[in-house]
């Protein structure tokens, strides 16, 4: 059974760092574009970064230069380096894994989520 596994959050203070992780089993992440997103309560899903089966990384403006997405395939799993975080920092980090074959077929995981508060 495919399933996506997220760990690494907690309580950290203004300035401080955390490395998140999402582990993934029942397949293989390779061609995979894995993605971190986050929530607040009552807001939506947003996207904080992304990385290509290739490398290539994105990242949401508020993010660029404290967050380093990586990835290691021979482990299936992806991890999200998170410096100088800030109170609006605190989410809930999901972890999603999606991919289209080439008949055209989707597939997207989700995982469970990890929480980050960022307090003083």
């Known amino acids: 059974q495919e399933q996506l596994v997220e760990s690494g959050g907690g309580l950290v203070k203004p300035g401080e760092s955390l490395k998140l992780s999402c582990a993934a089993s029942?397949?293989?992440?390779?061609?995979?574009?894995m993605t971190w997103y986050r929530q607040t309560p009552g807001k939506e899903r947003d996207l904080v970064a992304s990385i290509s089966p290739n490398g290539v990384a994105h990242y949401v403006d508020s993010v660029k230069g404290r967050f380093t997405i990586s990835r290691d395939n021979a482990k299936n799993t992806v991890f999200l380096q998170m410096n100088s975080l800030n109170p609006e920092d605190t989410a809930v980090y999901f972890c999603?894994?999606?991919?289209?074959?080439?008949?055209?077929?989707?597939?997207?995981?989700w995982g469970q989520g990890t929480h980050v508060t960022v307090s003083s």
């Open positions: 029942g397949f293989a992440t390779d061609n995979y574009h």
């Open positions: 999603n894994a999606y991919t289209k074959n080439t008949w055209g077929r989707e597939y997207s995981y």
